[in-house]
């Protein structure tokens, strides 16, 4: 089995990939909790969002304002 760690990956040759579609997605302040399709998920602080199937997921802050932004 093969072990990937940042930092230790060439991407060098790797293709760019885009999400495809738009997900909606509301700012929670502070702790909350979701129950996901993979169980109960805890955020500190970031964004409730519903994915492609209506599953509501948690997204922390900085990860969230790194990958989207408003359409």
Request: hydrophobic letters at 30%.
């Amino acid at each position: 089995m093969s072990t990937y760690r940042k930092g230790e990956l060439d991407t060098t040759d790797w293709l760019f990939y885009c999400k495809k579609n738009p997900i909606q997605a509301q700012r929670i302040l502070g702790p909350f909790e979701v129950e996901t399709r993979e169980g109960t998920l805890i955020c500190k602080d970031g964004y409730l969002a519903i994915d492609s199937r209506d599953f509501p997921y948690p997204i922390d802050k900085e990860e969230f304002e790194t990958i989207y932004e408003k359409v």
